[in-house]
């Protein structure tokens, strides 16, 4: 994740025409630029779509046996990895939702689809790359 957050920070100084020198911070770009919520957010919001998705597929779907099984044997030593199903969970848990409601196809997808609108990009909002005349806002 540290590696498309990267990019996209490189993306927004791109798009206002800002240079790293000028250090300007993250929330003042997304401003320029119209966006609610980072690339991170939505991926986030992204995997608890398909989540619900998977939930709802029959019981004999391949992605619902391999979302479901359980592997036999044991671990290496040291900290355990962090597992896909147990990250999605935690982001449910955060926005109030519960594993249950997935199957409620309307609220999951309604909560998907508010999350993700609030995240787009306003396409009448002026970019600094636009008119070379305009200058930043101190």
């Known amino acids: 994740m540290a590696i498309l957050r990267r990019a996209e920070r490189a993306m927004m100084r791109a798009m206002c025409g800002v240079k790293l020198a000028d250090r ?5 770009l997304r401003g320029m630029l119209g966006l ?4 991170d957010q939505l991926a ?8 619900g998705h ?7 779907h391949v992605l619902r046996k391999v979302l479901e099984c359980d592997v036999d044997g044991q671990r290496k030593r040291g900290r ?6 147990k990250q999605v969970e935690e982001e449910i ?14 609220n999951w997808e309604g909560w ?8 787009e990009v306003n396409l009448a909002t ?10 930043l806002q101190e």
Do not use: F, H, I
């Open 36 to 39: 609610v919520d980072s690339l």
């Open 93 to 106: 848990q955060t926005v109030g939702l519960r594993r249950e409601d997935a199957l409620n196809c309307a």
């Open 80 to 85: 355990p990895k962090m597992m896909w199903t």
């Open 54 to 60: 998977v939930l709802r597929s029959d019981g004999d």
């Open 44 to 51: 986030k919001a992204n995997g608890v779509r398909w989540y």
């Open 112 to 119: 998907c689809e508010e999350d993700r609108r609030e995240s």
């Open 126 to 135: 002026p970019v600094l790359g636009d008119n070379p005349g305009l200058k």
């Open 24 to 28: 300007r911070r993250t929330d003042d």
